[in-house]
């Protein structure tokens, strides 16, 4: 749509990629996490999505009872710096339920690898494993009640902000995650 923009995506650590969007470095940060600190008040968060997590496996389950059917079962988790990851925590503290912990992934493709080949129950945002679900190749057990991964984006107070900012962040939601 627009032929004169250069697209360059980057991962990072947030705060590494704040800095840079401070330097002006950078014109905008996607994040599933606000930053934790913004001492001059120029960094702009916006809420554009959220997304449900669900419990996902490679086999289907006739019947599957939340939270009963997670207790002392093998699940592959997000690390424990994720926010998903602390809700999900203390979600299982409130509800008594202990699950037998396989792995801790930070990285999502590899969750989605590791739900596809072991008969362990994940525990991610289902719009990770949208293809997985759609081709029968890992099965959703359930939602997670209360539980979703929010996506940011995150830009800085300028001047002359990129024309093309106000267009993307007025997208809508599902738009957006397509």
Not at 103 to 110: C, L
Not at 133 to 158: K, M, N, Q, S, W
């Amino acid at each position: 749509e627009h032929p004169d923009v250069h697209l360059c995506l980057e991962s990072g650590v947030l705060a590494d990629l704040c800095l840079r969007l401070r330097h002006h470095a950078v014109d905008l940060v996607l994040a599933n996490r606000s930053p934790s600190s913004d001492s001059d008040g120029r960094l702009r968060c916006q809420r554009i999505a959220r997304q449900p997590v669900s419990i996902v496996g490679s086999t289907r389950k006739s019947s599957f009872r939340f939270p009963d059917d997670i207790s002392d079962a093998p699940m592959i988790l997000p690390g424990r710096e994720s926010d998903i990851r602390s809700e999900f925590d203390a979600l299982c503290e409130q509800l008594a339920v202990r699950v037998r912990i396989l792995a801790e992934v930070d990285d999502m493709a590899t969750m989605r690898l590791l739900a596809r080949d072991t008969k362990a129950m994940a525990l991610v945002p289902s719009v990770v494993v949208r293809d997985e679900l759609h081709d029968g190749v890992l099965f959703e057990h359930c939602e997670v009640p209360g539980l979703f991964e929010t996506f940011y984006a995150i830009t800085v107070e300028r001047g002359f902000p990129h024309p093309l900012l106000k267009e993307v962040l007025a997208r809508d939601e599902h738009e957006l995650l397509a």
